[in-house]
């Protein structure tokens, strides 16, 4: 067979075929008295075979090897061209993100996609103050899409750099939310942090919806975070939440000043005394929680808070007595 009828039947090129032969790879059975390059039925195998292992990605050399040498392990091969593959494909997938990241954020003209770039790259840096210099320049000059913000901020362990990405995801309003929630649900505790920590600095109704779905989160330092951030916004769902916090010891200055917030409201006042009040009479609550809790208790304004500091004034841990008396006193000097 023909050179020209073998390029026809196998799908490689004329040119292939010689280069193939010049490497050693596939040589003609011989030549027409015009010269011409016959194949025979062995060589058009081979060259079948050439071409299924170009397919998995090998190079003309090593498919020599595994043609001609007889002690040829393909194991070891294999195991390389899966790695290679998989770094192509991962180099792919993160030059495609980029792009639609490019896209997502509409350039008007080249310089715009170049600015874009920029701060893509330095929102990558090994420099904090880099990262720090491209959060604030997303808001002040060019528009970094949102999903590189909240990928930059579930990633971000350096708290200045964390607080200005998160600064700088919430002047986006309610668009990275979606992608905040699925944090949320990460395997990775740092990462449901941040997420958390991110949502709650978003100023919107929405956000406030995520926060108090965190209240049942697994993660209990989520449902803290969120029960901060809800007490700071007035809304009552946080209080059992505030309240487990200061019995358990988790940030619970913060959670008792939360309280204290919450309770300006005279309408949640009494519903937060009553609280702290059966917390205070649970036989499973020790001795420094109950002071926690009084302590938490004399910052509640109204009746309730006033008739339960009152018993307590007398309660049999003197440190809990001598508290709510204090309180008292200062309740009745105002």
Known sequence: MLIGDVARRSGVSARMLRHYESLGLVRPTGRTDSGYREYSSENI??????????????????IGRALDDPDFAPAELVDDLIRQTRDRIAAETELLTRL??????????????????????????????????????????????????????LSESEPNVAGALRWALAQSGQEGLALLAE??????????????????????????????NALTNPDIVVRGYAALALGARGTADAVPTLIDMIVEERNDA????????????????????????????????????RRRLTQALADISGTLASRALADLAHDEDRVVALTATYALQLRDAH
Not at 45 to 62: K, P
Not at 183 to 209: F, N
């Open 183 to 212: 944090g949320l649900g990460s395997l990775t505790a740092e990462v449901r942090k941040r997420a958390v920590q991110s949502i709650a600095e978003i100023p919107d109704g929405e956000a406030t919806a995520l926060l108090q």
């Open 100 to 153: 639609r990241r490019i896209d997502a954020a509409k350039p008007a003209a080249w310089e715009d996609v170049l600015q874009i770039v920029a701060l893509l790259q330095a929102l990558g840096s090994m420099s904090a103050g880099a990262r720090q210099r491209a959060a604030l320049s997303a808001v002040a000059e060019v528009p970094v899409p949102v999903e590189a913000l909240v990928e930059a901020v």
């Open 45 to 62: 195998r081979r060259i079948f075979h050439i071409e299924s292992l170009r397919s998995l990605g090998l190079s003309l050399r090593d």
């Open 254 to 289: 913060d959670a008792a000043d939360a309280l204290s917030t919450l309770a300006s409201d005279p309408a949640l006042a009494d519903h937060i005394a009553t609280g702290l009040a059966d917390r205070l009479a649970h036989d499973a609550v020790g001795p420094p929680a």
